[in-house]
C-alpha cells in the first residue's frame, strides 16, 4: 500500500528525546500532562493502537518543548515541531495500526518498509484470500486513523480536554481519508496506473468491483486483474466515496478543536485543549456538538453524523449511519459513553451500535449487525494506571473492529512521567 508522506523522519525527532526528557519541567497543577499509554488488543485493535500513537505524539512533542523550556517560554512556536511529530507518528498508525492490523487479522503476516524518501508501505507474505479482505486491507490505513481522530474528538469534550499536541494529529488522521480519496482519479488509464502502484484508495475501488464479479484476489493483489472501466458499479462507489470525504471533511467539532489549539495552546500557552460547545443552562451545563465521520467498507461506503453531550462526569454520544452500496442505501446507530467518572482514578465507558447490512451485487445482505463493548480505566497510585475493553459483535464492518463475529479485547498500561 502506498503510505502518506512524512515531513519528519522518525530518526531525526528521536535525537532530541533523550536530553528532552532531562530538560522538561515537572508537572504543576494548572500544567497537567496526560499519562502515557501503552496497549495491545484482539487485530485488528485500531484504537488501543491509536492511544499508542497519540501518546508518543504527546511524549516526543513534550520532549522537544521541553528543550530550554521553549513550550513554556515560547507557546507560539509549538507548532513547529507538533505538526511535523504528528505528521511522522501518522505513518505508524496509518501502515502498523491500519494495513498491518488488518493483514494480521487476516493471518497474512504484515511486513513494513519505511524509505529514505520519507514514504513507507506495508506488504504481506501471502496475497488475500477474498477481495472482501483486499479491500479492507486497502481501506486499512485511512479506517485507523479516523479511530484514532474520533478517540482524541471524545477526550476533548471531556472535563478535563486533552493534550494539546494531540490536535495537529487528530487534525490530520481525520484528513487523511478525504485526501486519499480526493486524489484517486476518474475510471480510466490513471486509475489502473494508480491502483499498480499501490495508491489505498483505487485499490479499494477495484477490488470492490473484483469481489462483486468474482475475480481472482491473488491477480487482484499482484496487479494483473484487468479492471472493467465502464462499470456502473465502479462509478456508484467512487461517487459515494467522494461524498463521504467532504462529509468527513465538513466537521464542526473539528473545526472548533483547531481553532482552541490555537486559542488556548498556541497562544495561550495551556497543556490541555478543549472542544468548543453549546452550553445549556450556563457554564456547568450539558454541552453539545456535532460531528460528522466517513468510512470505506468491504461492502459499502458510511456516514456518520454524531450528537455529543459533554458533562461534568464524562461525554455522552448518539450517532446514525448512512451505508450506501450499488444495490442500496440502508442505516444504522449506535450510542455510548466516554470517560464516565465512577470515582477517584476510576472511569468507564460503553458502546452499543446496530445497523442493517447492505445488500450487494454478488448475494444478499447478511442482515442485522450489532455491537456491544466496555471499556474501563482505572488509576493504581499516583504514577500508574491501566486500562481494559472488552466487546462481542456479529459479523459485519464496523471501524476498527474485527470483521468475524465473537469476541474481541485490549488491555493496556498507563504512566505519568
Excluded at 504481506?124 to 486491507?137: D, I, M, V
Excluded at 495552546?265 to 452550553?279: I, K, N, S, T
Excluded at 442500496?328 to 464516565?340: C, D, K, Q, S
Excluded at 459485519?396 to 473492529?401: C, E, I, S, T
Aim: aromatic residues 8%; proline residues 7%; negative net charge.
Amino acid at each position: 500500500m502506498r503510505a502518506l508522506k512524512i515531513l519528519l523522519p522518525v530518526a531525526t525527532t528521536a535525537l532530541f528525546l533523550v536530553p528532552a526528557l532531562h530538560a522538561q519541567s515537572p508537572a504543576t497543577p494548572d500544567r497537567p500532562w496526560e499519562p502515557l499509554f501503552l496497549g495491545y488488543g484482539t487485530a485488528p485493535e485500531m484504537d488501543f493502537a491509536g492511544r499508542t500513537v497519540l501518546s508518543l505524539q504527546s511524549l516526543v512533542s513534550r520532549s522537544i518543548g521541553g528543550i530550554g523550556h521553549m513550550e513554556e517560554r515560547h507557546p507560539g512556536l509549538a507548532p513547529a515541531w507538533e505538526f511535523p511529530v504528528a505528521a511522522t507518528v501518522l505513518l505508524l498508525q496509518h501502515e502498523v495500526g491500519g494495513h498491518g492490523g488488518r493483514a494480521r487479522e487476516f493471518g497474512l503476516s504484515p511486513s513494513y518498509a519505511f524509505h529514505y524518501d520519507l514514504s513507507a508501505a506495508t506488504g504481506t507474505a501471502r496475497p488475500p484470500r477474498t477481495n472482501e479482505e483486499g479491500s479492507l486491507l486497502a481501506a486499512g490505513g485511512v479506517e485507523a486513523d479516523g479511530v484514532m481522530s474520533h478517540r482524541v474528538m471524545l477526550d476533548l469534550l471531556r472535563p478535563e480536554g486533552a493534550d494539546g499536541a494531540k490536535v495537529p494529529l487528530a487534525l490530520m488522521s481525520k484528513l487523511d481519508l478525504s485526501l486519499y480519496v480526493a486524489s484517486a482519479k476518474r475510471p480510466g488509464q490513471g486509475l489502473v496506473d494508480q491502483y499498480r502502484q499501490g495508491n489505498d484508495v483505487a485499490y479499494y475501488l477495484f477490488s470492490r468491483q473484483a469481489e462483486e464479479r468474482g475475480a481472482d484476489p491473488a491477480a487482484v493483489w499482484d496487479g494483473s486483474y484487468v479492471p472493467v472501466l465502464n462499470d456502473p458499479a465502479l462509478d456508484h462507489t467512487r461517487r459515494a466515496a467522494r461524498e463521504a470525504a467532504l462529509w468527513n471533511v465538513l466537521d464542526p467539532s473539528l473545526v472548533g478543536a483547531v481553532v482552541n489549539y490555537f486559542r488556548q495552546h498556541v497562544l495561550g500557552g495551556e497543556v490541555r485543549v478543549h472542544a468548543p460547545v453549546l452550553r445549556i443552562h450556563g457554564e456547568d451545563g450539558l454541552g453539545l456538538s456535532l460531528g460528522t465521520r466517513a468510512a470505506l467498507g468491504p461492502q459499502e461506503v458510511s456516514r456518520y453524523l454524531d450528537l455529543y453531550v459533554a458533562s461534568r462526569q464524562g461525554v455522552c454520544t448518539v450517532y446514525v449511519r448512512d451505508l450506501d452500496s450499488p444495490v442500496n442505501r440502508t442505516y444504522g446507530g449506535g450510542l455510548g459513553v466516554h470517560g464516565l467518572r465512577l470515582g477517584p482514578g476510576l472511569e468507564l465507558g460503553l458502546a452499543a451500535d446496530a445497523w442493517k447490512e447492505p445488500d450487494s451485487l454478488n448475494g444478499p445482505h447478511t442482515g442485522t449487525g450489532w455491537n456491544a463493548s466496555g471499556e474501563l480505566d482505572a488509576g493504581l497510585g499516583e504514577r500508574w494506571g491501566v486500562a481494559a475493553k472488552v466487546g462481542s459483535k456479529s459479523r459485519g464492518f464496523l471501524p476498527g473492529l474485527p470483521l468475524a463475529d465473537g469476541v474481541y479485547f485490549g488491555f493496556g498500561v498507563k504512566a505519568s512521567l
